[in-house]
């Protein structure tokens, strides 16, 4: 079974629109934690954000907030105000237990963004 | 800091031919990691070490071998180059207890 399903292949926004990537994932894990990579065209990998499953608010970071709703198992990236800049690939990630000696994150298959002036 | 360095970024071998990927890092991160990414399917781990001496498998580690004799470099090994091991390779590194890895440039390798 998918651990981590992201549905939408690709997706095209307004630049200054905010917009929302979805993520679900899967575990039986009460510890976990979520990423958001993103991968521009030049290929680098670049952290995001990151959410505990203990975690109580919402995390955010500058224009990226993760909306975490645990029940429903999703981890949904917004990105409010968006730019050019933004256009990307973005994975969704998990990795289940601590982050104490557990090196294995799980990545989505991505969403492809692009930002339209 | 340079934080996480690869080398080389492109790298064409033929089949069973064997070559090390290399990769850095200067930031005292005791974790460093492999993956792959191929088309369509995200990044998946082939190995992982959490200290000098210390190495596991990961998802995909056949065909792959990996050492780790210093906190600052981790080499992979492809011993017999394969065409299904063509793919782009990233090496990543974090600190114990903290979440997020850092990821270096990446290696392209075909394999004909």
């Known amino acids: 079974a998918q651990k981590i399903t992201q549905t939408q292949p690709g997706m095209f926004v307004q630049e200054k629109e905010a917009v929302t990537l979805d993520c679900t994932y899967d575990?039986?894990?009460?510890?976990?934690?979520l990423f958001w990579y993103k991968q521009p065209s030049s290929g680098e990998m670049i952290f995001l954000i990151y959410?505990?499953?203990?975690?109580?608010q919402n995390a955010t970071e500058g224009r990226y907030s993760l909306n975490f709703q645990k029940a429903r198992k999703s981890a949904n990236l917004v990105i409010s105000a968006s730019q050019l800049g933004d256009s990307a690939m973005y994975f969704c990630a998990m990795r289940e237990g601590t982050n104490f000696g557990n090196e294995k994150l799980t990545f989505g298959t991505g969403t492809r963004l692009t930002i339209i002036p | 800091n340079a934080g996480v360095t690869q080398t080389p970024k492109f790298q064409v071998l033929k089949t069973g031919q064997s070559m090390t990927l290399q990769c850095a890092q200067d930031m005292n991160h005791e974790y460093m990691s492999w993956y792959r990414q191929d088309p369509g399917m995200g990044l998946r781990l082939i190995h992982y070490s959490v200290g000098a001496g210390i190495t596991d498998q990961g998802e995909v580690p056949n065909g792959y071998n990996v050492s780790r004799s210093t906190t600052e470099d981790f080499p992979l090994r492809l011993l017999s180059a394969a065409p299904s091991q063509t793919s782009v390779y990233f090496c990543?590194?974090?600190?114990?207890?903290?979440?997020?890895?850092?990821f270096g440039p990446g290696t392209r390798l075909t394999v004909t």
């Open positions: 575990t039986s894990d009460p510890s976990y934690g």
């Open positions: 959410q505990g499953s203990y975690d109580q």
């Open positions: 990543a590194s974090r600190l114990p207890g903290r979440a997020e890895q850092y």
